[in-house]
């Protein structure tokens, strides 16, 4: 999928929707929900966490069970006539089937329920998002319309616990069917309802697969990009900043590395740093679609390795020995090792 902006995405639809666990039914509403300038702070809203769940924390890549998942045939069918009653019967469809499934779990967390179509670089997508209510929102439970206090709505992001990007005529060389974040069950939720149960997906990536190309592009863009750095500086920061088992917040990771390695000197360096930091995500979505900016660590290397062009020398250590080596090369661009003398390190006679 296309990194997402203001610019390639478009809303066409919007179906507002309410879950009262308490009730025996959900509510739904017969009617789209307008939109236009009018609109602009909810339709912002929307945009933010269209952008979030693609690009959040919370995310996950993630692709249908079979492909008779319930969730999965209601969307092809709307895709084969995309009108104004099919969308509204869509979104009935899936609000009323994800009632169900809530009522049937030990779930107590009622709220309004979105649906949207969007169109992102021409591609069609259902965007799913769960809203608990929050002071400040005004949700008319009559006629099923929302409302907003000014600077309300758009701040409300702990109360998005449940949103999914769902594509309907993805490119066929992409994997992913689509992206979910789901805040609750990162948070211990005991059932994964949301993805397994409701939207019937599994993820498609694993840890290890992501982090060995996140550290391969890091460590390729940042040599390029920092010349003027030692390349084996570079590296310890992106070895130390994906070190195994870490839960790793991509925009967050790749700025440290930035700050520990972009000179001091550099020219209005705080805005430098987060402006490479954007292109790095960006680029880096653009390249792997079906990833997601959000893993755990997962490096079965235990050595770091140094080796000449010819393999004429080769260097290795254990990283738990890292804070006592140290490689880096002199303004003749040598290289210079120096190992502490607590390793009593001496050659091999043999």
Do not use: W
């Amino acid at each position: 999928m296309a990194v997402i902006t203001d610019t390639n995405m478009k809303i066409n639809r919007i179906s507002i929707n309410a879950i009262d666990l308490s009730a025996s039914e959900p509510m739904h509403s017969g009617k789209l929900f307008p939109i236009g300038e009018e609109n602009k702070v909810i339709d912002d809203f929307f945009r933010t966490h269209v952008v979030d769940t693609r690009e959040g924390k919370s995310t996950k890549s993630c692709r249908f069970i079979d492909e008779d998942a319930t969730v999965k045939t209601k969307i092809k069918r709307f895709a084969t006539n995309r009108s104004d009653e099919e969308f509204l019967k869509l979104a009935k469809e899936l609000t009323e089937n994800l009632f169900k499934i809530m009522k049937n779990s030990s779930s107590n967390s009622s709220g309004t329920y979105f649906v949207l179509e969007l169109e992102i670089d021409n591609e069609g997508c259902i965007f799913l998002i769960k809203l608990d209510p929050k002071q400040g929102v005004q949700i008319n439970y009559d006629s099923l319309t929302v409302s907003v206090l000014e600077n309300i709505l758009p701040d409300s992001n702990d109360r998005v616990h449940k949103c999914a990007i769902i594509r309907f005529n993805k490119p066929d060389n992409e994997n992913a069917e689509l992206f979910v974040m789901d805040k609750q069950q990162k948070e211990g939720e005991p059932a994964r309802f949301f993805i397994e149960t409701y939207l019937q997906a599994e993820e498609i990536l694993n840890d290890r697969i992501m982090t060995k190309e996140v550290v391969r592009e890091a460590k390729e863009k940042f040599v390029s990009i920092l010349p003027e750095v030692d390349s084996n500086k570079i590296y310890d920061s992106i070895d130390r900043e994906f070190s195994n088992g870490s839960r790793i917040e991509l925009n967050t990771s790749i700025k440290n590395i930035l700050l520990d390695n972009v000179p001091l000197t550099q020219l209005n360096r705080e805005i430098y740093i987060d402006s490479l930091t954007d292109d790095f995500i960006k680029d880096y979505l653009t390249k792997f679609p079906d990833h997601s900016t959000s893993f755990v660590v997962e490096r079965k290397d235990n050595v770091v390795i140094y080796r000449s062009d010819k393999d004429q020398i080769f260097f290795r250590y254990n990283k738990g020995i890292s804070t006592d080596i140290n490689v880096e090369k002199d303004d003749d661009g040598n290289t210079i090792i120096n190992i502490s003398k607590k390793l009593n390190f001496n050659r091999d006679v043999k």
